[in-house]
């Protein structure tokens, strides 16, 4: 099993420039969480699935979209880059017992 | 108030030092908690769940105190190899839903 992946690992992105982040599971999980983690601040819930087809708002939401694909994959998009969203990206599945996997991170700078 | 609180630290001890963090959290309808250790620059993953009886695993024991709606870690013996942030992550009703602490950071020192 890979567990949680994710790509790209390293992005630059130009401000207004877009971008998907991508990210798979092959754990059979239901829930799927992108989350982003900035110094001092923690890990910030941005948006979840808790199954195949339903997505929900998290903590910071505003400027990403989500796409749950199918069980496996859940994507994050960025329409309109900000420096703002410089920040590094989780995604995470939570598998029996409450469980989060983490995949390796997305480290994205907006200039 | 952030739902989760912790001190960030950084903790700098010696090797084979005892070294406790405390978490609290706000919201008393929360069901289940954990640490997570996460090393610089890699992904966050889980180091032990916290039950109510308390529970220990080698060096490391977590406890719950939900009367005072905190958590904490202690970690007996340090290894260098212990060097890491730990965060407090807390569920607040069995949604999936996790939230995390921003981590208290720990230096053990040779």
């Known amino acids: 099993n890979a567990g949680v992946t994710q790509t790209p690992k390293f992005q630059v992105l130009k401000t207004g420039q877009s971008m998907t982040l991508q990210c798979a599971q092959d754990?059979?999980?239901?829930?799927m969480y992108w989350y982003r983690q900035d110094p001092g601040m923690g890990l910030r819930l941005i948006y979840y699935s808790a199954s195949e087809g339903t997505t929900d708002k998290g903590e910071v939401p505003n400027g990403y979209n989500v796409s749950r694909l199918n069980k496996r994959e859940f994507s994050l998009r960025l329409e309109s880059a900000a420096p703002s969203q410089t920040s590094v990206y989780f995604c995470?599945?939570?598998?029996?017992?409450?469980?989060?996997?983490f995949g390796p991170g997305t480290r994205l700078l907006v200039l | 108030r952030k739902e989760v609180e912790q001190d960030p630290g950084p903790f700098n001890v010696p090797e084979g030092a005892t070294v406790a963090f405390n978490c609290t959290y706000s919201?008393?309808?929360?069901?289940?908690f954990f640490w997570y250790r996460q090393d610089c620059r890699k992904e966050p993953k889980l180091l032990m769940s916290v039950y109510s009886s308390g529970n220990e695993d080698g060096r490391f024991t977590a406890q719950l105190n939900r009367a005072s709606q905190y958590i904490s870690l202690l970690i007996r013996d340090s290894k260098l190899s212990d060097s890491a942030t730990y965060l407090c992550?807390?569920?607040?009703?069995?949604?999936?839903?996790?939230?995390f602490g921003q981590g208290t950071t720990l230096q053990v020192k040779p």
């Open positions: 992550v807390v569920n607040l009703s069995n949604t999936g839903k996790l939230i």
């Open positions: 995470a599945s939570i598998g029996s017992q409450e469980t989060q996997y």
């Open positions: 754990m059979n999980h239901n829930s």
């Open positions: 919201n008393s309808a929360s069901q289940s």
